[in-house]
């Protein structure tokens, strides 16, 4: 029943892509997704779209795995394209029907548009099919860390977000056995309206939630145990590597930018 | 012999004020390198002890409890007492915290500071004397509950305590991985000369060690090695507890008139049982 749910969406690999820093990852990310929103002119949005092609490229991972996640956001895409074509009213004409005018600027925004947020899709995408979940705290817990100055737990942040991110497949298994359980008692789960369906879950998530409450307890106590103190005075198995590719990609992206600020504001 | 390492003075306990006690007046000495069954009926304080041992709970009142000669009521021995006393828990899978293998057995050594080079070395042998190789990079919940009790043991001899605490850690585990785990736990206690304490309300696992401690109501009935312990039927009776497949054979056949002991004084596992029945058959 919730087999479908896909827990991180990490597929494992050896490419150029898998290899790079988490860190330089996500700061290409964000660069990308910050820039592409700037780029309008032509050359900056040929430049986006040669870096996705170039990174999808190297990252060899099956397009299967893209379309899975794209179904949702297919609709939102097409449905700002349909809206910035009808609502734009610039440039000229194309064709008039009794309802609607279409113009050239509406088709032209609606692809750019539309262009924008299939870029941002895949490069998102692309981060999280190629990281593992670990290693993506830990480059966000690394990147954070100058926030650690102004009093903001790094340390805390990414501790709990790796903890839940091991306890979520514990809880499914936890979720599954229970909803058999209640099944077993005649609770019916796939027949009657939505709002059946939904009140039908509360006897799931009830002892569900108490059981984490349990956990959480049992948690803190072996992790006492272990010597837990918190942030202060920890040492770190797992390290990042920052490698020449990762230099690389940066620069990429920083050029990218450039472009991007060069073509929107100084041509 | 060895020295006195746990030490434990007229400890008592309640959890609250009013409430009946859990644990009355345990005096309790353990030697270094020894292992320690400490069995029990639910409810027995058995648990309770076990946490006394590494400092989760202090003693309150006049009790004491020393453990290497650190008295666990001063807060600055805590840590240290935290280091040299491990503790094992119940639920496989409400103590592992990281989210593949070698992470998790690092999880204390990054804790406590140790530095990356040594613990690479450490968290390797760790996983080595566990027989864990090969699952490094596994998750947590693709193991098998006497797997992931081993990544726990493992996690927690890589911190090299003195002592280490087995709170039933096998109560979870189906018989295969119950078996796996024991097999392990005696490899901690002879190839690492750990001190081992296991608390238990199976007896079958009582029998590797060298004292088993019988608790009932939070008080201590008995203090014996295995065989005192396994023959004494009254006591067994007495503190719910099942005797072991070999034991109830001998006591049903010595019902009957038949006197295995006198045949063979120590029949604790299934084939001593068969060779003691096929020396009484060639006699009749």
Redesign the interface.
Known sequence: MLDHIIIGQYVPGHSKVHRLDPRAKLICLMLFMVFLFVSRHPLSIGVALLIAVLAFGLANVPLTFYLRGMRFIAIIIIFTFLLHLFMTKEGPVLFTTPIVTIYLGGVLEGVLVGVRLLLLVIMASLLTLTTT??DLTDGMESLMLPLKKVGMPTHELAFMI??A??FI??LL?EAMKIIKAQMARGANFTQGSIWKRVKAFVPVLVPLFVQSL??AE??A?????????GGE???????LYWKRMDTIALVILTLYSMTAIFTRFLM | MNKDIVRIHNLSFQYRPNEPYVLTDINLTIKEREWITIVGHNGSGKSSLAKFLNALFIPDEDGEVYIYGLNTKERQNQGKVRKLVAMVFQNPDNQLVAPTVEDDVAFGLENTGVPREEMIERVKESIKIMGLEGFEKQEPHRLSGGQKQRVAIAGVIAMKPKVVVLDEATSMLDPVGRKEVMEYIRRVHNDVNMTVIMITHDLNEALFSDRIIVMKEGKILKDAPPIEVLRDEELLKKSLLKPTFEFEVQSKLKEKGINLFEISPQITNQKELVDALCTWKQKM
């Not at chain 1, 005075?233 to 390290?239: A, E, L, Q, V």
């Open positions: 979940p670990v790796s903890i991110l091991r497949p514990t298994e349990n956990r049992d948690l106590i072996a992790m006492e145990s272990r010597g837990y103190e005075g920890r040492t770190k198995f797992r390290i």
